[in-house]
């Protein structure tokens, strides 16, 4: 039985079925420049420009917003707290997660489909419905508070609202399907045979779970992580209704600069910023992932 040849490179025909590559490349390429590129390169524009009675002016490019940014302490104050945010959201969502994930990539179970259906069922509700109901339970006069009162366990009331802790609580919850779904498709790499082989030669249950589990779902982990966190860093709706106006991020102040002051360059020059967040964190995903591998 013959293996069929590759074409060699620079052949007819290695020449057609790179044509035929990029022929298939062409839609997705243009949609991309449509969709991100050209909207990127007007946001770097933006983030350069004068504002006039909410109106981007034309002219000279000015550095008057990266200024404004740079050398106010209230911006460095949301970009630690969009931070913070971020990497608690993501290490509680992970943790969180982890045992769902690895018990629905580890079950034989008939209805493991259906299970993992469950995991993920909230993706179905919007995260405004879902921030309203974190709202009717962690209120003043929500289920928790109540309960406490009636209770007596308290003598006032808790304040689970309007603080960076109820966005972080609403938002580990919105996210946990992502994370769940992230790990689920990192964890291929788990071989049960591995672990019978080590519990044969003598390792328990945490030794085993410590020295092979963890480390083969280690990238998968990662992965649900930095989803995770950039959903985090990026979102507007949670920490905006759960923060009642005090939780102070940079998805809110973009929307505050470019709705409520009308200043369109300010407001660029802050997402130029979350970019900046973005590439950052993806850089260390990539070195850490490298790592993992070697």
Known sequence: MSATALPAAGTPSANASRGVLLMLLLPGLIAL?????????????????????GALSGGDWTLQSYTAVLFDPFYWRVAWNTLVLGFNVAIFAVILSYPIALFLARTESRFRGILTALAVAPL????????????????????????????????GVVR????????????IEILMPYAILAMLSGFGRLNTQLEEAA????????????????????????????????????????????????????????????????????????SVMLLILFSSIILLYQRALRALET
């Open 199 to 270: 519990a044969m030669l003598g390792a328990n249950r945490l030794r085993v779970f410590t020295r092979i589990i963890l480390p083969l779902s280690a990238p998968g982990v990662l992965t649900a992580a930095l989803l995770v966190f950039v959903l985090a860093i990026s979102s507007f709706v949670t920490p905006r209704l759960m923060g009642g106006g005090r939780v102070f991020v940079l998805g809110t102040e973009v929307f505050n600069e470019a709705t409520v002051t009308l200043n369109w360059p300010l407001a660029a020059a802050l």
């Open 160 to 171: 689970l609202t309007n603080n960076s802790f109820g966005a972080t609580v609403a938002l």
């Open 124 to 155: 179905l509700t919007s995260s405004v419905v879902r921030t309203y109901g974190w709202m009717v339970i962690l209120g003043d006069r929500g289920v928790i508070n109540s309960t406490l009162q009636s209770l007596s366990l308290t003598g």
């Open 33 to 53: 420049v449509i969709t991100f590129l050209l909207p990127l390169i007007w946001l770097l524009r933006a983030s350069f420009a004068s504002s006039t009675m």
